[in-house]
Structure formats: C-alpha cells, structure tokens
C-alpha cells in the first residue's frame, strides 16, 4: 500500500502556486488592455461627439461638421497613440530595468539569490526545508524566471510593447468616434442633433456598464456617471454652438 507522507504533500505546491500566479498575471494583463480600449473607444465617442454637435449648433452644412468631425478624429487618435507611447514606453524601460538587475543579481550574488528565493516561498506558508528545495530546483531549471514570477509575478515575455499600446489604443479611439461622426451625418438636418444625443449617450451607457463589468463595479453606477458626464458634455457645446451662431459667426 502506498501511504503519501506529510512532507510529499506541499511539494507539488510551489509549481501550481507558481502556474496560477502566472495564469492570473496574464488575467489581469488582458483586463488591462481591454479596459484600455474600452475608455478608449469612450474617449472618441465623448470627443468626436462634442465637436460635431458644437459645430452642428452653429450651422447645419454637412462640410463643417465633416470636416471638424474627421479633424478631431484625426487629432484625437493620434494624440491617444502618443500619449499610450510615451507612458507604456516608461513602463516597458522600467520593466526591462527590473530584468536587467535581477539577472546581475543573479550573476553576482547566486547564494544570496538562492536564499531570497527560498524565504518567499517560505512566506508563501511552505515548510523551510521544502522552499529550499523548490527554490533550487526552480533556479535549477530558470533562475530569473523563478525570481520574477514570485517577486514580480511576471515574467521576461511580458515586457508590454508601445507600438502594439499605441496603435490599440488609436484603433479603439478610432471607432468610438466614427459612432457620432456617422449619427450627426446619415440623419436628415432637422434630426441631426437629436439623434446624435441619443446614440451617444446610448453608446456611452454600454461602454461604462462594459468598463464596470470588467473592473467588477457596479454597471448602472458606472453607466450613469458616463452618461451624465457624456451629456453635459454635449449639452455645453451644443449651447456654445447656438451662442456662435445667433452671434453670426460661422
């Protein structure tokens, strides 16, 4: 008969701990990019939407309102791109600074390493004697991998890219704006505004609740913030728009 001793039994823990840290940092990375995109596409609905409805409270030609509606797409999605560049660009470096010095860590001080390693997995509520031998078998295999999965929860692929930040964040930007651009353009004249009101703000309602629902917040909560905002928004411009028009500029 084969009696499973005590000591056996945590053995098998450190992979899977070390598996599912993994598994959830890889989670929380594709949340991040979506939110991303999702208050990306929020941004050009609420931006584009503002524009085009500011322009249409002044005149009702469509060359204005196209015209300023493709230039604030234009500079919107452009302008999102830079700003995901420049800030996931700090992060990759800084990432890539972490991997560096770890990997001279490793290089110059290995038994101070070792012994790291070891007393986390032993905060991690494994015996001392058994988070010696995981650390060493860990090391054994890929040493910084180990030391960046425990300490960072990550690992050397999961450098983020800012071209790929940019230009997700330019094409979510992108198709949030065309939403408006096509609402205050397709209808007739008399319709333009109204309908754009109402697709804005219906469009807005499920980007919030979507945000929400990915954040683990409240949908109507989160919902009604971004319609309330989105509204104003619009209202605000709209009204400037009829104050520049009735002032005969435009």
Known sequence: MNITTTEELPQKQPAETQQEVQRNANLSSRLNWLRAGVLGANDGIVSVAAIVVGVAGVTTSTGPILTAGLAGLVGGAVSMALG???SVSTQSDSQRAV???KRRQLVDTPAESLDLLALAYERKGLSTPTARQVAEELTARDALDAHLSVESHSDEDDVVNPWHAASASAV????GAILPLLAVL????????????VAVLLALA????????IG???LARAASRVVIGG???LAFTFTVGLMLG?????
């Open 84 to 86: 995901e560049y420049v």
């Open 99 to 101: 991997i560096a010095t």
């Open 172 to 175: 979510s930007f992108t198709l």
């Open 186 to 197: 397709l209808p007739p004249e008399a319709w333009r505004v109204p309908i754009t009101f």
């Open 206 to 213: 499920i980007t919030g609740a979507l945000g929400a629902r």
């Open 216 to 218: 683990g917040g409240s």
């Open 231 to 233: 509204a104003i928004a």
């Open 246 to 250: 009735a002032a005969g500029i435009g």
